[in-house]
């Protein structure tokens, strides 16, 4: 069994920046730096979204087009994170963010392990 671990989220102001971590434990620790990783988010009432994808190896990335010079998604396997950083928060950024791995990074397919984290909440609001 796959444990996700996300954390950093919180309240910013629109503008401000937070870095998301993304911790994976459990059956996927000796695998972890064989997959393509994402993060996604869910808003209040809209389906679960894919906002950013990275390889395996951390060199191919991929994003939404809102989050397109905003966001940055890094990796290191070593630690078994997958990290977001996010710059120029908008108020529509809103949402709780997941990771979870991805099927195709150039077409931002998704997929999962079977299991979701916890999340964690993103407000950007004044």
């Known amino acids: 069994q796959v444990q996700l671990v996300e954390s950093g989220g919180g309240l910013v102001q629109p503008g401000g920046s937070l870095r998301l971590s993304c911790v994976a434990s459990?059956?996927?620790?000796?695998?972890?730096?064989?997959?393509?990783m994402g993060w996604y988010r869910q808003a209040p009432g809209k389906q679960r979204d894919l906002v950013a994808a990275?390889?395996?190896?951390?060199?191919?990335?991929n994003y939404k087009d809102s989050v397109k010079g905003r966001f940055t998604i890094f990796r290191d396997n070593a630690k078994k994170t997958v990290y977001l950083q996010m710059n120029s928060l908008k108020p529509e950024d809103t949402a709780v963010y997941y990771c979870?791995?991805?099927?195709?990074?150039?077409?931002?397919?998704?997929?999962?392990?079977?299991?979701w984290g916890q999340g964690t909440q993103v407000t950007v609001s004044s």
């Open positions: 459990g059956s996927v620790l000796s695998t972890f730096s064989l997959y393509s």
């Open positions: 990275i390889s395996s190896s951390g060199v191919n990335t």
């Open positions: 979870n791995k991805v099927r195709v990074v150039a077409t931002m397919d998704r997929a999962d392990f079977g299991s």
